[in-house]
């Protein structure tokens, strides 16, 4: 909390209330569900924009261009052409996890 | 250790902390009705949550955090009076440095306390046990936070023990035990506020905190701010027993406290240097506290009583006559208690948080619960300290012993602290 530099972790100071009709059921059990009071956050990359077809909110501002976000099974995506082009790392790679977020190098 | 003798010297604990006075019911009970105030806000807190104080996403860490590292401090002070009495082999302060090491170890009781009750989810705290969880050593540092911490409790509470028990038995302490212990508390004690300075320090999106300054303005503001607490204390104890305190250790103290007063002022001065002639988007912060930002100006008060405050002891310190007073130098303690204690707590932590990393200004006052549980807590520390000085006292002054003991003369036991 005290140590991110952009201000985007958030605490649930208390339990938190959402209108049950403000709740999308058809998730998976790891996926957007309400979490409990006395934790951070998580991301959630934007769900409510990505659905509607948006970038999440820190890809959409970021000033330099150096987020990228899109769906990797498209082949047309432009977040296909980037891993495909630049060189990317991705961190512990060889757990074997496949994690879905990739660094870029930018030249 | 025989285990008879133990439980002798158990019960005569027992004993020694259930006959007291009027006077000494009466503080017990004060502490108790705190104790149990703090422990219905605290269930308060976890039944609703954090959203009961006053932090917010903005203000992460408050009132807590401030108690917190400002007690680091006061538990890191006995060290002030360890390095004279050992190293030097200073008369006047080698019979007091128990005083000294029974408040560390109160003030780390106090310590532990405030971390855990800022906790979120305190169910999650066994997570840190090593067996049963991971402690994120030695990256995080926090962890190395805990390990210090606790480390030097166990130290000190090591010592205390041990001189206790050798002057109940009427045995010499081990000689090996108590001095290779109270040189490792040295390093130790320097270590816990270094660690704490740097939990601050690291953090680069907080260019409050994110100064090099920042270990050793702690250490000075503790070396002073320690031994005021302790000061009144030994007044209060050679008040109401026997015990003999010279008159030269407190002077002693004094004058060592105006020392460190000096560097912390110094230190702060530099600072302000620092930020006022680069006059960058830093600076902010340092406005915040000084001299308020537009409308929000609640901390200006603040900062501006403890410059005071900590001005008006060095001055009252550093003068052989006013320190020699037991007046004035009375007056130099409170304020340099209220003094680090505002400059430690609230004026340490609010600005570094406000305004936030991206701009926004959120004021925080404590709120009640906060208050509350706070004052809990510092009960439990006073009620710790309490307990263990009347067991402490009467052993060193050889009015309690145990029986097989009892013929052996009062000095064999009778260790230097």
């Given at each position: 909390m005290a140590a991110c530099p952009y201000g985007a972790r958030r605490f649930n100071w208390a339990e938190p209330k959402v209108d049950a009709a403000a709740i999308n059921p058809d998730t998976h059990w790891l996926g957007n569900r309400p979490r409990p009071k006395g934790v951070v956050e998580k991301?959630?990359?934007?769900?409510?924009?990505?659905?509607?077809?948006?970038?999440?909110?820190?890809?959409e501002v970021c000033p330099a261009g150096a987020r990228k976000f899109g769906n990797l099974l498209d082949p047309q995506s432009e977040i296909r052409a980037v891993i495909e082009r630049k060189r990317i790392l991705i961190l512990k790679a060889e757990l074997?996890?496949?994690?879905?977020?990739?660094?870029?190098?930018?030249? | 250790m025989h285990p008879r003798t133990f439980i002798e010297?158990?019960?005569?604990?027992?004993?020694?902390?259930?006959?007291?006075?009027?006077?000494?019911?009466?503080?017990?009970a004060v502490l108790v009705g705190l104790i149990a105030s703090g422990a219905t806000a605290y269930l308060r807190q976890v039944d609703q949550g954090l959203a009961v104080t006053a932090m917010r996403d903005q203000v992460s860490w408050g009132f807590y955090i401030g108690n917190f590292t400002f007690l680091v401090g006061v538990a890191a002070a006995a060290v002030v009076l360890v390095i004279p009495a050992y190293i030097y082999r200073w008369g006047p302060i080698r019979e007091i440095v128990i005083f000294g090491e029974l408040l560390a170890v109160s003030a780390i009781v106090m310590c532990l306390l405030f971390v855990f009750v800022d906790i979120g989810?305190?169910?999650?705290?066994?997570?840190?046990?090593?067996?049963?969880?991971?402690?994120?050593?030695?990256?995080s540092l926090l962890a190395w936070d805990v390990v210090v911490l606790n480390g030097y409790f166990v130290v000190n509470f090591v010592v205390v023990t041990h001189l206790v028990y050798s002057g109940f038995m009427r045995q010499p302490y081990s000689k090996k035990l108590v001095w290779s212990l109270v040189f490792l508390s040295i390093p130790m004690a320097v270590s816990i506020h270094t660690v704490t300075a740097f939990l601050y320090n690291g953090l680069p999106a907080r260019p409050f905190w994110n100064s090099a300054l920042l270990a050793p303005m702690f250490l000075a503001s503790a070396f002073c701010a320690g031994p005021a607490i302790l000061l009144a204390l030994l007044q209060i104890i050679r008040k109401s027993t026997k015990f003999e305190i010279k008159d030269e250790a407190i002077w002693k103290i004094a004058e060592l406290m105006a020392y460190a007063m000096f560097l912390n002022l110094f230190l702060h001065g530099c600072e302000l240097f620092k930020e006022y002639y680069s006059d960058t988007e830093h600076l902010h912060n340092t406005l915040y506290l000084w001299v308020g930002i537009g409308e929000h100006k609640g901390l200006v008060p603040y900062a501006w009583t403890a410059l005071v405050l900590n001005s008006l002891a060095f001055a009252l310190f550093i003068l052989p006559r006013t320190r020699k007073n037991p007046w004035t130098m009375n007056?130099?303690?409170?304020?340099?208690?209220?003094?680090?204690?505002?400059e430690k707590g609230m004026a340490l932590i609010l600005p570094g948080l406000t305004p936030d990393t991206l701009g926004e200004i959120v004021p925080y006052q404590p709120s009640m619960t906060e208050l509350q549980v706070a004052a809990g807590v510092f009960a439990v520390g006073f009620l710790v300290y309490t307990l263990m000085l009347k067991v402490a006292v009467p052993i060193a002054l050889g009015e309690v012993c145990a029986r097989s003991a009892a013929d052996r003369p009062v000095d064999a036991g009778h260790h230097p602290a």
């Open positions: 991301c959630t990359w934007c769900i409510q924009r990505t659905r509607q077809g948006r970038y999440p909110a820190c890809v074997n996890t496949l994690p879905k977020f990739y660094f870029f190098y930018g030249t | 010297f158990f019960a005569g604990s027992l004993r020694a902390v259930t006959r007291g006075n009027v006077w000494y019911w009466l503080w017990i989810r305190p169910d999650r705290f066994w997570h840190l046990l090593p067996p049963f969880g991971r402690l994120n050593w030695p990256q007056i130099g303690c409170a304020a340099v208690y209220a003094g680090c204690y505002i």
